[in-house]
Structures are given as structure tokens and as C-alpha cells.
């Protein structure tokens, strides 16, 4: 069964840093089957890319968040993770971490994040 659940904080202030763990079950982060994904949707907005890691680790952005942004993983934990840098009350969004395969997507439930002072 495949699960993807986010965590980290709900709230954080303008100019740090955003930092969201995706953990996965029912499939291995390594497998060269899977593509393993961050995206958000803004309240009223539509959902947003963010960037991808591949099975071999190797992270593609977005061109508009590139300069900002940061995916990694753990794969002995069978975790990535988003990093935004330098957030502003516009990166305000429901993020979702996801599993992409070949005719498939598999979506976490999302978690809220909202910046803030």
C-alpha cells in the first residue's frame, strides 16, 4: 500500500526557511520506477510544481522557485525533503509531496503552511 505523508511546521515567519518531510511507504525511493515530487497550491490558486528527485537523487526545479529552493532525501529512511529559502506570506500554501511512475500518481493529503510574523 502507498502511503506519502508530509510533515514539518504549519507556521513559519517571512525570510527563513520552509522545511517539509515527505515520508513514504510501499515503495522504495531508490527504485528507478518512481519520481518523487513537491507541489503546493495557494488559497484560490491553482496547484504549482515545485520541483522533482529522481531515483538516482538528482533534483529538477521549477525555473520561478529554482534560486530558492532545495530537495533532498534520506534514503535510509525512505524521506525527501522540500527546503524554500527566503519565504514570503505568498509562499502560503497547501504543499503536497507525491509519487510519480509511469502511469501513476500517488498524492499525499497535504499539509497547511502559512507565513507569517
Known amino acids: 500500500q502507498v502511503q506519502l505523508q508530509e510533515s514539518g511546521p504549519g507556521l513559519v515567519k517571512p525570510s527563513q526557511t520552509l522545511s517539509l518531510t515527505c515520508t513514504a511507504s510501499g515503495g522504495a525511493i531508490t527504485s528507478s520506477d518512481y519520481a518523487w515530487h513537491w507541489i503546493r497550491q495557494p488559497p484560490g490558486k491553482g496547484l504549482e510544481w515545485i520541483g522533482v528527485i529522481g531515483y538516482d537523487g538528482s533534483p529538477y526545479y521549477s525555473p520561478s522557485l529554482k534560486r530558492r529552493t532545495s530537495i533532498s532525501r534520506d534514503t535510509s529512511k525512505n524521506q525527501f525533503s522540500l527546503q524554500l529559502m527566503s519565504v514570503t506570506p505568498e509562499d502560503t500554501a497547501v504543499y503536497y509531496c507525491?509519487?510519480?511512475?509511469?502511469?501513476?500518481?500517488?498524492w499525499g493529503q497535504g499539509t497547511q503552511v502559512t507565513v507569517s510574523s
Open positions: 507525491a509519487r510519480s511512475e509511469i502511469d501513476y500518481v500517488y
